[in-house]
């Protein structure tokens, strides 16, 4: 019975966790990098060489509220994002169906800097949560994919918990390649199995909603003319500077991070990084004199530990040292579904053989654990290399990294229907490793003023080009040294 048991569960782990994993590999790889969005997206507009936020002043908030009017005027729904440790700008940004893009203005001066439009880190952000398939079809398929996950866990756990402690001690990577990728794949998936499951379910639980939505309440249909839509009142006049004092004061500690605009007020809210919990505590003022209206704020202990479970997910109020043990995390998380794929494959193709369902199922590991990273990497090449003056270009970026993939993902597939796997992977990890080391080089180039002006975030992404390419030289070699 207990074998049956296993054996059941071992079909379901099997089966159930590559084809989630398929989708889990893109969403752990995009989202361990989303931890570092803001600072891709500096990274990705060299023009912006401010080192130290500082508070906006007067000037600075009028000149916001003036191209905020100027978008109003033109149809466009415009924000104010407030400088913060991460950034500092003082940003009015508005949402092109997939990015925030905008203005940014130097938060003393009120000046526009001339920062080139990109997609930035928000396409890995993104992507993570909607694999860009929109919010509401993009999302179910997310949600899905993280309970799936969840379910992969459970059995994986009862499947090797009879001999989970021998295989992790006796850990055989020059074992032969079944065994060594089984054992790294196991203790990966141990070490890191509380974040992994922690992730899973708070990223389940803040958007269960779009699975399970709530039954809508009954509504007493009314022959009424709907009333006209209210006109934006001119903003132009308007003062924030007091406003978003008086809203420092009102939101209990919280510092403000964002101001939005409304037809009949303007709302100061609580900026996403100021605790572990995400809120949406406001402070509204009328329009357009500004009048005080009173503070919304949400205490209840259901709505504080959904805002909880927002906060230990995004993780934006993390310090330095936490966000980038979220994102080692995430790249270990990474490996451990990379390494259940190639699992997958191996096994069954050490007893049915070269069949046609086990290549097809080689090039799509290929698309995923090669293609992508080559993606990301030629997404981040193509910021230097797209003109900074040309007109959408946030859409050309996003357009590089979809068609690099696509391309991969092709010769992948060609490949390895063809019996030639063996050669593709060595192809696509090769080329991982030259845009790898290809991004300090190009960075060097383009913005060496910038590179000046910031070294330590021109260090950090350009060490992860760097990183990833040694990996995948590594793996190269190894290729080559095993044969096919």
Same mark, same amino acid.
């Given at each position: 019975?207990?074998?049956?048991?296993?054996?059941?569960?071992?079909?379901?782990?099997?089966?159930?966790?590559?084809?989630?994993?398929?989708?889990?590999?893109?969403?752990?790889?995009?989202?361990?990098?989303?931890?570092?969005?803001?600072?891709? +997206?500096?990274?990705?507009?060299?023009?912006?060489?401010?080192?130290?936020?500082?508070?906006?002043?007067?000037?600075?908030?009028?000149?916001?509220?003036?191209?905020? $009017?100027?978008?109003?005027?033109?149809?466009?729904?415009?924000?104010?994002?407030?400088?913060?440790?991460?950034?500092? +700008?003082?940003?009015?940004?508005?949402?092109?169906?997939?990015?925030?893009?905008?203005?940014?203005?130097?938060?003393?001066?009120?000046?526009?800097?001339?920062?080139?439009?990109?997609?930035?880190?928000?396409?890995?952000?993104?992507?993570?949560? +909607?694999?860009?398939?929109?919010?509401?079809?993009?999302?179910?398929?997310?949600?899905?994919?993280?309970?799936?996950?969840?379910?992969?866990?459970?059995?994986?756990?009862?499947?090797?918990?009879?001999?989970?402690? #021998?295989?992790?001690?006796?850990?055989?990577?020059?074992?032969?390649?079944?065994?060594?990728?089984?054992?790294?794949?196991?203790?990966?998936?141990?070490?890191?199995?509380?974040?992994?499951?922690?992730? $899973?379910?708070?990223?389940?639980?803040?958007?269960?909603?779009?699975?399970?939505?709530?039954?809508?309440?009954?509504?007493?249909?009314?022959?009424?003319?709907? #009333?006209?839509?209210?006109?934006?009142?001119?903003?132009?006049?308007?003062?924030?500077?007091?406003?978003? $004092?008086?809203?420092?004061?009102?939101?209990?500690?919280?510092?403000?991070?964002?101001?939005?605009?409304? #037809?009949?007020?303007?709302?100061?809210?609580?900026?996403?990084?100021?605790?572990?919990?995400?809120?949406?505590?406001?402070?509204?003022?009328?329009?357009?004199?500004?009048?005080?209206?009173?503070?919304?704020?949400?205490?209840?202990?259901?709505?504080?530990?959904?805002?909880?479970?927002?906060?230990?997910?995004?993780?934006?109020?993390?310090?330095?040292?936490?966000?980038?043990?979220?994102?080692?995390?995430?790249?270990?998380?990474?490996?451990?579904?990379?390494?259940?794929?190639?699992?997958?494959?191996?096994?069954?193709?050490?007893?049915?053989?070269?069949?046609?369902?086990?290549?097809?199922?080689?090039?799509?590991?290929?698309?995923?654990?090669?293609?992508?990273?080559?993606?990301?990497?030629?997404?981040?090449?193509?910021?230097?290399?797209?003109?900074?003056?040309?007109?959408?270009?946030?859409?050309?970026?996003?357009?590089?990294?979809?068609?690099?993939?696509?391309?991969?993902?092709?010769?992948?597939?060609?490949?390895?229907?063809?019996?030639?796997?063996?050669?593709?992977?060595?192809?696509?990890?090769?080329?991982?490793?030259?845009?790898?080391?290809?991004?300090?080089?190009?960075?060097?180039?383009?913005?060496?003023?910038?590179?000046?002006?910031? #070294?330590?975030?021109?260090?950090?992404?350009?060490?992860?080009?760097?990183?990833?390419?040694?990996?995948?030289?590594?793996?190269?070699?190894?290729?080559?040294?095993?044969?096919?």
């Amino acid at each position: 019975m207990r074998e049956t048991l296993r054996t059941r569960l071992g079909w379901l782990h099997g089966w159930l966790g590559y084809g989630a994993g398929l989708v889990l590999t893109c969403i752990f790889a995009t989202g361990s990098v989303a931890v570092f969005n803001m600072e891709i +997206t500096r990274w990705m507009q060299p023009e912006v060489q401010l080192t130290t936020p500082v508070p906006p002043g007067a000037a600075a908030l009028d000149a916001a509220t003036r191209l905020v $009017a100027a978008g109003q005027a033109r149809g466009v729904s415009a924000f104010i994002a407030l400088p913060s440790v991460r950034s500092s +700008t003082l940003d009015v940004l508005h949402y092109n169906g997939h990015e925030f893009v905008g203005a940014q203005l130097d938060p003393a001066t009120g000046e526009v800097i001339p920062a080139r439009v990109t997609a930035g880190g928000g396409l890995f952000y993104n992507f993570h949560h +909607t694999l860009f398939l929109g919010p509401q079809a993009g999302t179910v398929i997310v949600n899905i994919a993280g309970m799936a996950l969840l379910v992969a866990i459970i059995s994986g756990v009862v499947i090797h918990l009879h001999a989970l402690l #021998p295989d992790i001690i006796l850990l055989r990577l020059s074992a032969a390649r079944l065994r060594a990728w089984l054992d790294a794949h196991l203790l990966a998936g141990v070490l890191f199995l509380p974040f992994m499951v922690m992730m $899973a379910y708070t990223g389940v639980l803040v958007k269960a909603d779009m699975i399970v939505p709530a039954a809508p309440r009954p509504v007493r249909s009314l022959q009424v003319s709907a #009333p006209p839509p209210t006109p934006m009142p001119d903003i132009t006049q308007l003062r924030l500077a007091p406003l978003l $004092a008086q809203a420092r004061a009102s939101l209990a500690g919280q510092e403000p991070g964002f101001i939005l605009f409304a #037809p009949q007020r303007v709302s100061i809210f609580a900026g996403d990084a100021s605790s572990a919990f995400i809120t949406r505590d406001h402070a509204d003022f009328s329009l357009p004199e500004g009048r005080p209206l009173p503070v919304d704020t949400t205490t209840t202990p259901i709505a504080r530990t959904m805002q909880f479970m927002h906060g230990v997910h995004y993780a934006r109020f993390a310090p330095p040292g936490l966000r980038w043990l979220y994102f080692l995390s995430g790249l270990c998380g990474t490996a451990v579904m990379a390494s259940g794929l190639v699992l997958f494959v191996m096994k069954r193709r050490r007893h049915a053989g070269h069949t046609g369902a086990h290549r097809l199922a080689d090039g799509l590991n290929m698309a995923v654990i090669a293609g992508l990273p080559a993606a990301m990497l030629a997404f981040l090449e193509g910021n230097r290399l797209v003109p900074a003056s040309l007109t959408g270009r946030e859409d050309w970026e996003t357009t590089i990294f979809f068609a690099v993939w696509a391309l991969c993902a092709l010769h992948a597939l060609f490949q390895a229907l063809r019996g030639q796997a063996h050669c593709a992977w060595r192809a696509q990890l090769g080329l991982v490793g030259l845009l790898g080391i290809g991004l300090p080089v190009l960075d060097l180039l383009c913005c060496p003023a910038a590179l000046h002006a910031l #070294p330590g975030l021109h260090m950090a992404v350009d060490g992860m080009g760097a990183a990833a390419a040694m990996l995948a030289l590594y793996a190269c070699h190894r290729l080559g040294r095993r044969g096919a």
